[in-house]
């Protein structure tokens, strides 16, 4: 049977995975957008769009992560 991280890694965790595939994704677009789909299209996404996109995300993503889900429990019931 496979261990599982404590719950106290679950914020961390989820923003690190949320900031990663926000970033990929919202990257490539933005590249895209600016770039159209020129040959060194991959180079310029992977190399310099997503890492500068991704180091700004992540460390965000830790502050915003709680104070969205204290606005969201607003709302919803527990």
Request: without cysteine.
């Amino acid at each position: 049977m496979r261990r599982k991280l404590s719950a106290r890694w679950f914020s961390p965790l989820f923003a690190l995975f949320m900031s990663v595939l926000m970033s990929f994704l919202m990257s490539a677009l933005i590249t895209l957008v600016n770039l159209g789909p020129t040959p060194d299209f991959f180079s310029r996404w992977l190399l310099y769009a997503f890492p500068s996109a991704w180091a700004m995300a992540f460390p965000i993503a830790l502050f915003v992560v709680p104070v969205v889900r204290r606005w969201v429990a607003r709302f919803v019931e527990h």
